[in-house]
């Protein structure tokens, strides 16, 4: 198993930075790639960012200028730097690692963290 710990959620003012931080450990194999995800209320849950064992990132277009995926590196960690935040990027904001066990492609998150941006 792989346990995935957030932190750095909180409430913050729109145009406001925050900066969320997830550490994994546990029974990890080969990683290729770690991300954040997030679910607003009512919503499905949406990929915000991702970033491979080989550094490559991909980002939502509504986050694309505003936000950056670092880490995914041999160190298990990843972080999600947020600026110029937007009430819309309110939610819970989830870690997440893909990696391969024994051949199949294996994905675990986190408990989630919640992220408020007031306006």
């Known amino acids: 198993q792989v346990q995935l710990v957030e932190s750095g959620g909180g409430l913050v003012q729109a145009g406001g930075s925050l900066r969320l931080s997830c550490a994994a450990s546990g029974s990890i194999f080969s990683v290729r790639a770690m991300g954040w995800y997030r679910q607003a209320p009512g919503k499905q849950r949406e990929l915000v960012a991702t970033?491979?064992?080989?550094?490559?990132?991909n980002y939502a277009d509504s986050v694309k200028g505003r936000f950056t995926i670092s880490g995914g590196n041999a160190r298990n960690t990843v972080y999600l730097q947020m600026n110029s935040m937007k009430p819309e990027d309110t939610a819970v904001y989830y870690c997440?690692?893909?990696?391969?066990?024994?051949?199949?492609?294996?994905?675990?998150w986190g408990q989630g963290t919640q992220v408020t941006v007031s306006s």
């Open positions: 997440n690692l893909n990696q391969l066990e024994y051949g199949y492609n294996r994905n675990y």
């Open positions: 970033i491979t064992n080989i550094g490559s990132t």
